[in-house]
């Protein structure tokens, strides 16, 4: 049997690889394909994990639309089907490149197996594209890989036939253990002070959501002008470089002498401040999955998580993106740290690539 990846962006390329991996020891030769959505965190990516794709399709274009990107993907991608004419196409999370390569496999009567299928906010624009991008994809795939009960419920719901779904737990976790061993306990970033320890809380923020542009990381910033008061935090914030992000933070908070504005950061620098940091405020769907292995709380800077599952079990917090929010609960979980010691990962236990190998073999062989 042929299967064939297709990703573009860094989040797709993290939590394929660990299925990717997998196949390649079961000697199964996947052809792996990138759209280039997100040129350069992909390529860093691609290297930190050791990937080489067989196909580049280098899509990227800056400024261009979601509608110019999935013209783009569609025109171009419809050779590579024709060419390899593989028996399965995988497909991860909420991307545009993950809806318009579905679709353009569904054109081909080609099955198309979804990994972290079912997230649901069922908030048409929140996500957005990502929230009807899911559902998307879930009406075309021919297979389901769930990575928790609350996405295969949304997807029994939806009338999935539950031989369809198979509950794997989420590749994240998969991809943590793969890069742990590039994790060191020396402080990689040359933009953190030689004084990051010298300091008793040390806070972690990310911020790139469409959903926040304009007012809420107006309101981000505040929040984090009037915790930055407290002398003993570090607020290390790695700055998106889209400008609708970039041009507000830098506005409000160079200079601050306790806040670090970093570049973007790679995977494994990413991972290392999750790992050293006591609080995380963050926008970031990823980071609200790999938070809980590190045992570290988040605040989630939106009104609506299709992570429903680290909520519930108490390692994020919805605080919208409203400044009194994320003060009120930042100074309060800082003073008075929540204890996770005996709350397991809601997200899995590492064999999810595992599993969805193993199901795709027994599936194929015999369809």
């Given at each position: 049997?042929?299967?064939?990846?297709?990703?573009?962006?860094?989040?797709?390329?993290?939590?394929?690889?660990?299925?990717?991996?997998?196949?390649?020891?079961?000697?199964?030769?996947?052809?792996?394909?990138?759209?280039?959505?997100?040129?350069?965190?992909?390529?860093?990516?691609?290297s930190v994990l050791d990937l080489s794709p067989d196909y580049d399709l280098d899509l990227m274009k800056a400024g261009q639309s979601l509608n110019s990107l999935s013209a783009s993907i569609f025109e171009n991608f419809d050779s590579i089907l024709k060419k390899e004419n593989p028996d399965v196409v995988l497909v991860q999370g909420d991307t545009t490149t993950a809806t318009i390569i579905a679709q353009s496999a569904f054109h081909r009567k080609i099955k198309i197996a979804h990994v972290e299928a079912g997230l649901r906010t069922y908030q048409r624009y929140s996500p957005f594209p990502e929230e009807?991008?899911?559902?998307?994809?879930?009406?075309?795939?021919?297979?389901?890989?769930?990575?928790?009960?609350?996405?295969?419920?949304?997807?029994?719901?939806?009338?999935?036939?539950?031989?369809?779904?198979?509950?794997?737990?989420?590749?994240?976790?998969?991809?943590?253990?793969?890069?742990?061993?590039?994790?060191?306990?020396?402080?990689?970033?040359?933009?953190?002070?030689?004084?990051?320890?010298?300091?008793?809380?040390?806070?972690?923020?990310?911020?790139?959501?469409?959903?926040?542009?304009?007012?809420?990381?107006?309101?981000?910033?505040?929040?984090?002008?009037?915790?930055?008061?407290?002398?003993?935090?570090?607020?290390?914030?790695?700055?998106?470089?889209?400008?609708?992000?970039?041009?507000?933070?830098?506005?409000?908070?160079?200079?601050?002498?306790?806040?670090?504005?970093?570049?973007?950061?790679?995977?494994?620098?990413?991972?290392?401040?999750?790992?050293?940091?006591?609080?995380?405020?963050?926008?970031?769907?990823?980071?609200?999955?790999?938070?809980?292995?590190?045992?570290?709380?988040?605040?989630?800077?939106?009104?609506?998580?299709?992570?429903?599952?680290?909520?519930?079990?108490?390692?994020?917090?919805?605080?919208?993106?409203?400044?009194?929010?994320?003060?009120?609960?930042?100074?309060?979980?800082?003073?008075?740290?929540?204890?996770?010691?005996?709350?397991?990962?809601?997200?899995?236990?590492?064999?999810?690539?595992?599993?969805?190998?193993?199901?795709?073999?027994?599936?194929?062989?015999?369809?």
């Amino acid at each position: 049997m042929k299967y064939l990846f297709c990703f573009g962006t860094r989040p797709e390329v993290i939590k394929l690889a660990p299925v990717i991996k997998e196949m390649q020891q079961e000697n199964l030769a996947p052809v792996l394909c990138v759209t280039g959505q997100h040129r350069e965190m992909l390529d860093q990516m691609l290297s930190v994990l050791d990937l080489s794709p067989d196909y580049d399709l280098d899509l990227m274009k800056a400024g261009q639309s979601l509608n110019s990107l999935s013209a783009s993907i569609f025109e171009n991608f419809d050779s590579i089907l024709k060419k390899e004419n593989p028996d399965v196409v995988l497909v991860q999370g909420d991307t545009t490149t993950a809806t318009i390569i579905a679709q353009s496999a569904f054109h081909r009567k080609i099955k198309i197996a979804h990994v972290e299928a079912g997230l649901r906010t069922y908030q048409r624009y929140s996500p957005f594209p990502e929230e009807i991008n899911r559902q998307l994809i879930s009406r075309i795939a021919t297979w389901h890989f769930t990575p928790t009960l609350n996405a295969t419920q949304n997807l029994l719901k939806e009338g999935i036939e539950p031989e369809n779904i198979l509950q794997t737990g989420n590749t994240v976790v998969d991809a943590l253990e793969l890069v742990s061993n590039q994790i060191s306990e020396e402080i990689p970033l040359p933009g953190l002070k030689a004084d990051f320890y010298n300091y008793q809380k040390k806070i972690l923020v990310t911020g790139h959501r469409r959903e926040n542009f304009g007012k809420g990381m107006e309101e981000l910033c505040q929040a984090l002008i009037e915790i930055s008061k407290n002398k003993d935090f570090k607020i290390i914030f790695p700055v998106h470089l889209n400008p609708k992000t970039k041009l507000i933070v830098e506005k409000h908070l160079k200079g601050i002498s306790n806040i670090n504005l970093l570049p973007p950061v790679n995977y494994t620098e990413m991972i290392w401040l999750i790992a050293h940091c006591d609080l995380i405020i963050s926008d970031s769907g990823g980071v609200q999955e790999e938070a809980p292995t590190f045992k570290k709380p988040v605040l989630v800077t939106r009104e609506f998580t299709e992570r429903v599952e680290a909520v519930e079990a108490g390692f994020s917090i919805l605080t919208g993106a409203n400044a009194e929010n994320i003060v009120s609960h930042a100074l309060r979980l800082l003073k008075t740290p929540p204890d996770f010691s005996n709350i397991s990962n809601p997200f899995g236990d590492g064999k999810a690539a595992e599993r969805i190998v193993d199901f795709l073999e027994s599936q194929v062989s015999t369809g």
